[in-house]
Nanobody, 124 residues
Framework: QVQLVESGGGLVQAGGSLRLSCAAS????????MGWFRQAPGKEREFVAG????????RYADSVKSRFTISIDNAKSTVYLQMNVLKPEDTAVYSC?????????????????WGQGTQVTVSP
């Protein structure tokens, strides 16, 4: 079992930046990949970014490419999401996820452990 705890959410003005963190504990050696997903009110959860545990491969949703950067620090068992040039449409609950299987990082079904989520609100 892997436990995930997110932090770093908050309220920011459009054009600003935030960095989300997700600390993993438990059987972290079983993790092959980690990802960030988000869910806005009234919308389905969507993929944001994903990265392999080695850090050698990453994927991004088109809507966040060039603005968001995912990274991983294996020594701290923590994955980060640096979010720059934030827009009001980035407002959502951001959740961290971990996968014990190899596969498409963009696929929600790949992930078997989820955090509780952290709220990100971007004001106009």
């Amino acid at each position: 079992q892997v436990q995930l705890v997110e932090s770093g959410g908050g309220l920011v003005q459009a054009g600003g930046s935030l960095r989300l963190s997700c600390a993993a504990s438990g059987r972290t050696s079983s993790i092959y990949g980690m990802g960030w997903f988000r869910q806005a009110p009234g919308k389905e959860r969507e993929f944001v970014a994903g990265i392999t545990s080695s850090g050698g491969s990453s994927r991004y949703a088109d809507s966040v490419k060039s603005r968001f950067t995912i990274s991983i620090d294996n020594a701290k068992s923590t994955v980060y999401l640096q979010m720059n040039v934030l827009k009001p449409e980035d407002t959502a609950v951001y959740s961290c996820a971990a996968s014990s299987r190899l596969g498409m990082l963009t696929w929600e079904g790949l992930y078997d452990s989820w955090g509780q989520g952290t709220q990100v609100t971007v004001s106009p």
